[in-house]
């Protein structure tokens, strides 16, 4: 799997990206200053599809895969394709607090830490769907180091279309999440354009 070693300040300042939103810690006002350029129509679309990608740890190949199941499905693709990428695995195991980061939640999800539903799901890309059960293996529940994990993760504001239980490490899934849930500026539409040329 192909990794990019660009770090992640340096990534997020040119995406126009505040660290915070991706569970990463407090950044110093001298990485926080945005440069002024002049961008093209390709670049802005180019920047946004950029910007989805490295939220969610998204290589191309698959990314791509997320805009054509949007194209394919009834409704606004741009916020279904937001849809696809909120529902995935990984990114509700960190939104549920269970993580610090995302790229932290797929580490946990490989590692065969997390069950959907009772069953073991190593799949970070797993969609979720409207009644899941997210939850750590029952083996980890009573494991120190897990217990630890979770622990030290700062108090973070679990989106409405799920429920979490950080004292029994487990979450559900009450609704697919709209795009009002999404909070990080991004247009998405600019990625929809980008791809259908």
Not at 165 to 175: A, C, E, R, Y
Not at 177 to 190: A, F, G, M, T
């Amino acid at each position: 799997m192909g990794k990019s070693t660009t770090p992640i300040l340096k990534r997020c300042k040119k995406l126009g990206l505040n660290p915070l939103v991706l569970g990463y810690g407090k950044v110093s006002k001298r990485n926080q200053k945005e440069t002024r350029r002049k961008r093209s129509e390709y670049g802005l679309q180019l920047d946004e599809k950029q910007k989805l990608r490295f939220i969610y740890g998204v290589l191309e190949k698959q990314f791509r895969l997320y805009y054509e199941m949007a194209v394919r499905k009834p409704g606004i693709t741009g916020e279904i394709m937001l849809q696809l990428l909120e529902s995935r695995l990984d990114n509700v195991v960190y939104r549920l607090g269970f993580a610090k980061t995302r790229s932290e939640a797929r580490q946990l999800v490989n590692h065969g830490h997390i069950t959907v539903n009772g069953k073991k799901v190593d799949i970070p890309s797993y969609l979720i769907k409207a009644g899941d059960v997210v939850s750590f293996k029952e083996k980890d529940k009573s494991s120190s180091s897990i217990k630890k994990l979770v622990a030290r993760i700062e108090e973070r504001k679990v989106p409405a279309w799920l429920e979490s239980d950080k004292d029994n490490l487990s979450g559900k899934v009450t609704t697919l999440p709209s795009r009002s849930d999404i909070d990080y500026d991004v247009k998405e539409q600019l990625v929809v354009e980008y791809y259908s040329k």
